[in-house]
């Protein structure tokens, strides 16, 4: 796992083996997981997606605590997924990162507490699958417009986005802040460091990268 310019966002790309069967690969391990965060990944939600080419979903977060954590990767055709930094006092506030996600490289993006999360499918039944910390809960499930001038994403082109009704009607960046509906950089930390704590024999110590907060 590799850290993305976004604290808080890495990216894994497994090693895959082929032979005159298929395919396999492990695309997700716990022992690395926690090499690289610090903590365990808590599993309480696994979701799946199937998706036509330019479906948008997202820029989706939860308020923290407890947030929602995400690892994320397509099993089946192609998405441009799409980490957002929405925690205000961030050194990255309002800046995004875009990964390949298919079923040929593999990848898988993990972005903690805190952070948006969309995708655009690029092929036809693109499948995306992902594994969540925390159970989906409406009253704290938050979004921002995917087509934010402000945020400016730039989704590939000679796609039209599909949205949802839901996602169509979400505030800009610029709204949800003035509206008190970010979380902030400083509350996430603290998040994250207490599930460190946690840890048997956690000491609360951060990874290299990780916020000193």
């Not at 407890?66 to 050194?91: N, W």
């Not at 593999?106 to 507490?113: D, F, I, K, Q, W």
């Not at 400016?152 to 039209?160: D, F, K, N, R, S």
Request: hydrophobic residues 40%; proline residues 8%; negative net charge.
């Amino acid at each position: 796992m590799r850290p993305l310019g976004i604290e808080g966002a890495w990216v894994d790309t497994p090693r895959v083996f082929e032979d005159r069967r298929g395919r396999f690969h492990e695309w997700f391990r716990a022992d690395r997981f926690r090499a690289v965060t610090g903590h365990t990944m808590a599993l309480q939600q696994a979701n799946c997606s199937r998706s036509v080419p330019g479906t948008l979903r997202g820029v989706h977060y939860a308020a923290v605590p407890p947030g929602q954590a995400k690892y994320v990767t397509c099993v089946s055709g192609a998405v441009l997924d799409v980490v957002v930094d929405l925690r205000t006092g961030s050194p990255t506030f309002g800046t995004w990162e875009a990964v390949r996600l298919d079923d040929r490289e593999h990848r898988a993006v993990y972005l903690s507490e805190g952070l948006g999360h969309a995708f655009m499918a690029l092929d036809e039944d693109s499948t995306v699958v992902y594994l969540c910390s925390e159970p989906y809960a409406p009253d704290r499930e938050f979004g921002i417009h995917p087509l934010d001038p402000d945020l400016a994403v730039e989704w590939p082109e000679g796609l039209t986005p599909r949205l949802s009704d839901k996602d169509a009607a979400a505030p800009t960046l610029a709204e949800a802040e003035r509206l008190g509906l970010l979380p902030s950089y400083g509350a996430c930390a603290a998040y994250r460091r207490r599930l460190r704590e946690a840890e048997p024999g956690g000491r609360g110590a951060a990874p290299a990268g990780a916020p000193a907060l």
